[in-house]
């Protein structure tokens, strides 16, 4: 039972150039959610998606495109990386989003954009 | 607006001896509340919960204490033991009016049990 497998683990990105941080779970999860986790800051929510063809921005969304056109998979692009999008990507899931919301999230994702 | 606050960055205790870290939140709407633990290179993994309408949840050597009044919670890790050391993340969602679908994190403390 794998869980939440993020891809991939580092990356390094120009100032200008796009990419997709992959994030799939094995757990039949409805909901899904990204999180980035930078210093000081503890962990801010990026997007979240509470089922196939249904997601909302979070706290801090601008630069951050998502889709969820599958329950497994829920990948974050980022169109024209900024040196302020250097983080730690943190793709979390759950069962549902009731009562405590408990999250189950992957191993992270660390991205530097120069 | 900080909603979660985790006023104390670090925190460094002797095995044996009891952790004490604590929550403080100012959304009245939050009725649930989490704490995590991360180690370094890994996600944060679930520890122990509690809902609003209990003061206190116990599993094991973990217990989270809850003070609706003063909107204070605080964690008790007795005894400590040196694998304890981690970055402890608090953590609130309000269940009322859609917004549970987001977990509100604080900025964590940074447990550090001495042997």
């Known amino acids: 039972n794998a869980g939440v497998t993020q891809t991939p683990k580092f990356q390094v990105l120009k100032t200008g150039q796009s990419m997709t941080l992959q994030c799939a779970q094995d757990?039949?999860?409805?909901?899904m959610s990204w999180y980035r986790q930078d210093p000081g800051m503890g962990l801010r929510l990026i997007h979240y998606?509470?089922?196939?063809?249904?997601?909302d921005q979070g706290e801090v969304p601008n630069g951050y495109n998502v889709s969820r056109s599958t329950t497994e998979d829920f990948p974050l692009r980022l169109l024209s990386a900024a040196p302020s999008q250097t983080s730690v990507y943190f793709c979390a899931s759950s069962r549902d989003y009731t009562g405590a919301n408990v999250l189950t999230f992957g191993a992270g994702s660390r991205l530097t954009v120069l | 607006d900080q909603q979660v606050k985790q006023n104390s960055p670090s925190l460094s205790v002797q095995e044996g001896r009891i952790s004490i870290l604590n929550c403080d939140y100012t959304?009245?709407?939050?009725?649930?509340f989490l704490w995590y633990k991360k180690y370094p290179a890994e996600g944060p993994t679930f520890l122990i919960s509690?809902?609003?309408?209990?003061d206190k949840n116990e599993d094991g050597r973990f217990t989270v204490f809850l003070n609706k009044s003063a909107k204070h919670l605080s964690l008790h890790i007795v005894p400590s033991q040196p694998g304890d050391s981690a970055v402890y993340f608090c953590?609130?969602?309000?269940?009322?009016?859609?917004?549970?679908?987001?977990?509100?994190f604080g900025k964590g403390t940074l447990l550090t049990v001495n042997p």
């Open positions: 509690i809902s609003s309408i209990k």
């Open positions: 959304n009245s709407m939050f009725d649930y």
């Open positions: 998606s509470v089922g196939a063809g249904i997601t």
């Open positions: 953590a609130a969602s309000a269940q009322s009016g859609g917004s549970n679908y987001k977990l509100t």
């Open positions: 757990m039949n999860h409805e909901y």
